[in-house]
């Protein structure tokens, strides 16, 4: 009766999964072995198509070195801030606030920051092009990428600066008491005390910021547009010029490899932590 009542209650979340995502990325999965106008299974050709894209493999290639510089920046950043948060007894509850900040703005806004921002820059490029100095525009030169990335991690800063703190919350004050008796120092506790005791969190937080670097298109078209600069065009760039050419054979296919891509790279992370 206990698990009858359980499947009760995640019945209508699994139904709404199952009806507008997993039933409709199957029928996704047909339509990348089949052409676009008579349905006519075609094999591999789609997929063929889709490696021969010049774009795609930029597109590819951009968000794989996106994903790979700020996974660790983020991790390494947010742990850094939680391990000071938590030592801030008086000011800790006003730096959480600081770092959920971003969290709280809605992308429009963060986008509008950044365009004025951006424009700042225009008007100052303009003053030094008067003068005869050479002038850099952020989004139209490899700074672009640099760009992004910041923009990301302050970001997501804050998320995963609140699970870093819920998993230091979970370790014992007589760990690190019983450590100092012995005459280890705070370095020495970090590494042999909080470290080890962080590797659920962490796995959390490696995932879930894996998952969200794919969502950083938002902030990319809304500031660059359809086409940015080469070093910030990503997959779901490629994804929406896609569709407005109605190319939905390539669309399919590209949605199948990436879907692929992100359960391996998830699937051999998984793995590499049950080793640990």
């Not at 790979?68 to 801030?88: E, K, T």
């Not at 991690?153 to 804050?158: C, D, E, P, Q, T």
């Amino acid at each position: 009766m206990k698990k009858a009542g359980g499947l009760l209650f995640i019945f209508p979340s699994l139904a709404g999964v199952m009806v507008f995502i997993f039933i409709p990325f199957l029928d996704v999965v047909r339509r990348s072995f089949t052409e676009v106008m008579s349905g006519k299974f075609v094999g591999l050709k789609n997929f063929r198509t889709v490696f021969a894209n010049s774009a795609f493999r930029q597109a590819a290639f951009n968000t794989l070195r996106f994903t790979g510089i700020c996974i660790p920046a983020l991790v390494v950043c947010s742990l850094a801030a939680a391990v000071l948060l938590q030592r801030q007894k008086k000011m800790g509850s006003i730096l959480k606030s600081m770092y959920l900040i971003p969290m709280a703005i809605p992308v429009a806004s963060v986008v509008l920051l950044w365009k004025l921002l951006f424009d700042v820059r225009g008007l100052l490029n303009a003053g030094l092009s008067l003068l005869g100095v050479e002038a850099v525009r952020w989004m139209d030169s490899d700074y672009a990428f640099g760009v992004l990335v910041f923009s990301y991690i302050w970001k997501n800063l804050g998320y995963d600066v609140i699970l870093w703190l819920a998993g230091l919350a979970g370790i014992s004050p007589d760990i690190y008491e019983a450590a100092r008796v012995d005459g280890a120092g705070e370095w020495r506790c970090f590494i042999s005390i909080t470290l080890p005791n962080l590797l659920p969190s962490l796995y959390t937080i490696a995932v879930l910021s894996f998952l969200n670097s794919f969502k950083v298109f938002r902030e990319a078209y809304l500031v660059a547009g359809d086409y940015p600069h080469g070093s910030i065009y990503m997959m779901q760039h490629l994804f929406n010029n896609w569709f407005r050419d109605l190319s939905l054979d390539k669309m399919a296919a590209g949605a199948v490899i990436n879907a692929v891509v992100i359960l391996a790279l998830v699937l051999l992370l998984q793995r590499a932590w049950e080793r640990e």
